[in-house]
């Protein structure tokens, strides 16, 4: 069952470009695996100091806390980060852990988190709980490997869209950008341009028109000694 199921995971990696699509098969068979009933994954915020909830199950069990509230990183979750491995308690209720939950929290039996790690920084977290009889250093194991899982489809993910990030805005500079190419109809007297349309068009104007440059005015040396010898 172990090595079917570990593969269907990775295949989740390869299958879902949005990692919360991604993230949500892996936790499924995280569940499938440790037979854990309820759980969560959730990010790393950008202060650094809280847990961003991708999404929670409760497994049915009645919970009144607000999954909207900040998630702070304390308590045995904050373990996880701080070693970067899967930690867990089997007593849990009963131990100095309990008295960081919020009020109306679901009861937690037992608790597993899996670090979601990326060049050896802690990016997130993979909560399991309430196993029926205890979580073991298989389940640990297991745990740390979909922990790893879902830190690629992460790291995929945010790649992607940086590279999206990057083809849209040099997409919107092309779009912005004239180029004067092909043959120029010139009047061979006044040196016009001719447009598409037939119609005769100061060169200057015709540039200005037809690319980014701005024009302005000057004088050549030839012209200047012509018009004004009297200069230096």
Not at 91 to 99: G, L, Y
Request: include cysteine; glycine fraction near 6%; charge should be negative.
């Amino acid at each position: 069952m172990e090595l079917p199921t570990l593969l269907a995971a990775a295949r989740a990696v390869l299958d879902h470009r949005s990692f919360a699509e991604a993230a949500g098969v892996i936790f499924d068979h995280a569940c499938r695996l440790t037979g854990a009933s309820s759980g969560y994954i959730a990010l790393l915020s950008e202060s650094g100091d809280e847990n961003e909830v991708l999404f929670l199950d409760s497994g049915g069990l009645p919970c009144s806390v607000d999954p909207e509230l900040p998630m702070p990183i304390r308590g045995l979750r904050a373990e996880a980060y701080r070693s970067g491995e899967v930690v867990y308690d089997n007593r849990f209720m009963k131990s100095d852990w309990v008295a960081f939950m919020p009020a109306g929290h679901m009861e937690l039996r037992n608790v597993l988190f899996a670090p979601l790690n990326i060049a050896g920084r802690t990016q997130g977290i993979m909560g399991l709980a309430n196993k029926q009889g205890d979580f073991t250093e298989r389940d640990a194991r297991l745990a740390a490997t979909l922990g790893e899982y879902a830190a690629i489809a992460l790291h995929n993910s945010r790649t992607l869209d940086e590279l999206q990030d990057t083809v849209d805005r040099l997409t919107q500079a092309l779009a912005e950008v004239k180029t004067l190419q092909g043959f120029l109809p010139i009047c061979a007297n006044c040196k016009k341009i001719r447009d598409q349309e037939g119609l005769w068009h100061k060169v200057e104007q015709y540039i200005t028109d037809h690319s980014d440059a701005q024009m302005t005015h000057s004088l050549c040396d030839a012209c200047l000694e012509e018009l004004y010898p009297e200069e230096d």
